[in-house]
Nanobody, 125 residues
């Protein structure tokens, strides 16, 4: 049974940093793209960042480029999201996702087969 478990969310002030982590289990993820999405209250889920499991390619939403960094640890089967210079508009539930859908952009939620339960990130201004 595939499981993605996020951790690291919390309440911080604007300008602070947080690191999210996603632990993946249940099968081999050697060919998957791993991604982070977020959903703010009253808004649709949106793409944040993605990384191929090899780590050779990364993708970022324009809104987080230069502030967020996605990484992976193949030995530990984890994917991290380092978030710096946080803004109030970064407030959302952050979801980890794993996907193996060939031909679909890693920035699309359609690329992902598995989703975590989410972790809340709240940034106060």
């Amino acid at each position: 049974q595939v499981q993605l478990v996020e951790s690291g969310g919390g309440l911080v002030r604007a300008g602070a940093s947080l690191r999210l982590s996603c632990a993946a289990s249940g099968r081999t993820f050697s060919r998957d793209v791993m991604g982070w999405f977020r959903q703010a209250p009253g808004k649709e889920r949106e793409f944040v960042a993605a990384i191929t499991w090899s780590g050779s390619s990364t993708y970022y939403a324009d809104s987080v480029k230069g502030r967020f960094t996605i990484s992976r640890d193949k030995d530990k089967n984890t994917v991290g999201l380092e978030m710096n210079s946080l803004k109030a508009e970064d407030t959302a539930v952050y979801y980890c996702a794993a996907g193996l859908r060939i031909g679909v952009s890693p920035t699309s939620s359609d690329a992902y087969n598995y989703w975590g339960q989410g972790t809340q990130v709240t940034v106060s201004s």
